[in-house]
């Protein structure tokens, strides 16, 4: 953290903050954790607070029976005891602070960052300042990512790609044998692939055969077997083991058969088309020094499918900020399920994901956009799927 707090305190004084106070209580705020880095596994029963103000020196108020929540933060330590002694040492760290940045979301217009529960703020604006949501500060703080974070990200996707295509094959031999291989069977042997690979993931992924690929977030079933004639959806997303590696999330298209129908061939060219005109709208914005946000990335994808008149079937953002999580703190490509004003910045990483979803079937696409420190637009090689996989012997 310490060499982070002038980047701060620079951004606080940006945006007109008195400082930015963050809050810790079990595991409620990855945000501050990640600020932070504080260790995992840590006992946070009581609540811990960090306060870092716009000018001077950050302050560290823990309870008294965990003392050392924040032990490898610089700053002053304080403690507190009852309630009455915490309200009064909040009120000391924030020393008259009119404007405090907290992980909140108005009208909860961003849920992944409305961390701290109505209680907590309602204690804060009680000691007369106005809370602030602190989103583009961790946006800023937690989602940008170093030249080696980001070369693990183009590490992974690397070998998603090839683990989803050989998950393709795997498909076809089973077929050819008359072998029955099911969604969950799928689903493991790309989990083994990982762990051969020393990857890491927060939730296996998602395989989808028939009218499974309808559903965004299929649940893998055993008894869901693949048969010739199917579309598969194979969605999968992981990082190197390593402490600070990025996430890679990819989608893959797939058709157990040597012809595609011609619905599904134009269903899957649009829903390309989508996704690689979001990369064609971030490329030329920034190209030019403008900035684009998030709900105009999304718009880009939207706006082409609703145009085709089937805006009603894509039911989801186009995507989300990856860093060290799946799901990170930048700015999300929405709007749809909320408005998301924050601009996409330099040195984050996010996922390209549009998809069509009808009664019979579903067609997804996905790949991450990577934009470099000078804000050129990258994805990872042999990622931006042209056709459907066509799967048979």
Not at 256 to 262: F, H, M, S
Request: net charge negative; aromatic share 6%.
């Amino acid at each position: 953290m310490a060499w982070r707090l002038g980047q701060v305190q620079e951004q606080l004084r940006e945006r007109e903050l008195d400082g930015w106070l963050l809050f810790v209580l079990h595991n409620r705020n990855p945000v501050a954790e990640r600020v932070l880095d504080l260790p995992a596994g840590q006992i946070r029963t009581r609540r811990a607070f960090y306060w870092i103000p716009a000018i001077g020196t950050p302050v560290r108020l823990e309870h008294a029976i965990e003392c050392r929540t924040l032990a490898g933060v610089p700053g002053q330590r304080r403690t507190y005891l009852s309630y009455e002694s915490l309200r009064q040492e909040l009120g000391h760290c924030l020393g008259g602070a009119r404007r405090v940045a907290m992980e909140t979301s108005p009208l909860a217009a961003n849920p992944a960052l409305s961390l701290v529960d109505a209680g907590t703020v309602d204690l804060i604006r009680s000691l007369g300042a106005e809370v602030v949501s602190s989103e583009n500060l961790a946006q800023s703080i937690t989602a940008r990512l170093g030249a080696e974070q980001v070369r693990s990200h183009f590490r992974a996707a690397e070998i998603l790609r090839h683990v989803a295509r050989d998950a393709c094959g795997e498909i076809g031999r089973a077929l050819a044998e008359n072998r029955r291989i099911s969604e969950l069977d799928v689903q493991d042997w790309i989990l083994k692939r990982f762990d051969c690979a020393e990857l890491e993931t927060d939730h296996p992924p998602i395989v989808a055969c028939g009218p499974h690929t309808a559903l965004p977030h299929h649940e893998v079933g055993s008894e869901n077997h693949i048969q010739p004639g199917q579309l598969v959806l194979i969605d999968l997303w992981a990082k190197e083991r390593q402490p600070g590696c990025i996430f890679a999330d990819q989608t893959w298209m797939a058709w157990t058969g040597r012809e595609l129908p011609t619905e599904i061939e134009a269903t899957w060219r649009l829903v390309r088309n989508a996704r690689r005109a979001v990369r064609n709208l971030v490329g030329a914005r920034l190209a030019v020094g403008h900035e684009i946000r998030g709900w105009e990335a999304d718009e880009a994808a939207r706006g082409l499918i609703r145009e085709a008149g089937l805006g009603e079937f894509f039911i989801h953002r186009t995507g989300h900020s990856i860093d060290e999580s799946v799901h990170g703190s930048g700015a999300n490509l929405d709007n749809l399920e909320t408005r998301e004003e924050r601009a996409l910045l330099p040195g984050t990483v996010m996922s390209v994901e549009p998809g069509i979803y009808l009664p019979a079937y579903g067609v997804r696409s996905e790949n991450n956009l990577v934009i470099d420190l000078d804000g050129e637009v990258r994805v990872a090689d042999g990622t931006d799927q042209e056709d459907v996989i066509l799967i048979h012997s």
